[in-house]
């Protein structure tokens, strides 16, 4: 990427965002796995005005864009991002209770969503305790556990084009996956209404501790991780698989196979994404070997990586 364009887009975004814009922000510390190198440029924004800012600039220098939520989805190289990363602030984390509805922005947290909803004796939410992430990364992943997923929520999605143009869909427009769904890849996604069942608030209190103690009996909660790893081919847990091929605690640097659940990665304190990179597609190369299938990654990869180790 250009230096002058980079810089360029910089003065602009920071005129108007001002300390709401960096350059050359580590990402580690911005994502679960704690790896990763810098943004060329980190920004947040509060508002929409702030987001049709960062929209048009990024246009305007022809700059790539990628929108991070809580990052908890992510392995991010170490050699960073070329271009604009974008994450959403202060006016996109409002989140409200109506009825049976809740309407939060897309940076509001799952944690706090699961909150609001047992305050106001809402039940459907249980199974996203222990989701690290944000209402836009759950949609754009279609977050899931203990057999339900946000996609059964949701009752509508407010997305914002790159041109900055507002769209509502409708449940009805919008179709939810396994952990995808056919939500625009270069939209963002600004807003949502989750449409919940009203519950006892003691069965709703009770849910939650068990989904949550059930998640910290079987991950690796204690170290900087990513979440589930692969996508559990049709019928079978790729933790299962993982186990079988005889990967767990299989370690490369301080990138391990959790001992704990195999389809963990976890950080033991000084990884590198390279490490973590190499010893998933060890991983999903001996799966292969063993068994003939092919894990799909469920962990987005961000930044340049080694295609040499790909599995072909
Ligand atoms: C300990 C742990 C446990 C986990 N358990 C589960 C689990 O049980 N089930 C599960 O499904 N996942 C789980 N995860 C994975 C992760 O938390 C989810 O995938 C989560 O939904 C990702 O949200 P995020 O905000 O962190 O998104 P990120 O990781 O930041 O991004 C993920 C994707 O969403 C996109 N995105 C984010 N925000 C927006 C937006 N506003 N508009 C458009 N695109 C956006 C990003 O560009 C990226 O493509 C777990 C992770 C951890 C660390």
Not at 92 to 101: P, Q, Y
Not at 207 to 223: G, I
Request: proline share 3%; hydrophobic share 45%; with cysteine.
């Amino acid at each position: 990427m250009s230096n002058r364009y980079v810089n360029r887009a910089f003065a602009t975004l920071q005129k108007f965002l001002r300390e709401n814009a960096v350059k050359d922000k580590i990402l580690a510390k911005e994502t679960t796995m704690r790896v990763g190198g810098p943004a060329e440029i980190f920004v947040v924004a509060d508002s929409l005005d702030h987001l049709k800012v960062v929209l048009d600039t990024a246009q305007e220098w022809d700059l790539p864009l990628f929108i991070m939520g809580k990052g908890s989805n992510l392995l991010v190289s170490d050699s960073g991002f070329s271009g604009i990363v974008l994450r959403l602030g202060r006016d996109f984390m409002v989140k409200r209770a109506n009825g049976s509805k809740i309407r939060a922005g897309a940076a509001a947290t799952l944690p706090s969503l699961v909150q609001i909803a047992s305050r106001h004796s809402l039940g459907g939410l249980c199974f996203a305790v222990g989701i690290p992430g944000s209402l836009g990364g759950a949609l754009v992943m279609n977050a899931g556990a203990h057999g339900s997923c946000i996609g059964n929520l949701v009752a509508n999605v407010i997305t914002c084009s790159k041109k900055c143009e507002l769209k509502v869909l409708e449940k009805n427009q919008i179709s939810f996956e396994y952990r995808r769904t056919n939500l625009e890849k270069d939209d963002i996604i600004v807003e949502a209404t989750l449409s919940l069942d009203i519950a006892d608030m003691d069965a709703i209190k009770h849910q939650m501790e068990e989904y949550f103690a059930k998640r910290k009996n079987s991950q690796p909660l204690q170290l900087p991780n990513a979440g589930s790893v692969f996508k559990n081919p049709k019928g079978t847990s790729a933790g299962k698989l993982i186990e079988e091929a005889g990967c767990k605690s299989m370690s490369i640097g301080d990138a391990e196979v959790s001992a704990k659940h195999a389809n963990f990665i976890v950080n033991r304190g000084h990884a590198t994404a390279s490490e973590v990179y190499a010893l998933l597609r060890i991983v999903q190369k001996r799966v292969f070997e063993h068994r003939g299938i092919i894990l799909e990654p469920e962990i987005e990869f961000i930044g340049e990586f080694d295609e040499a180790l790909m599995l072909k």
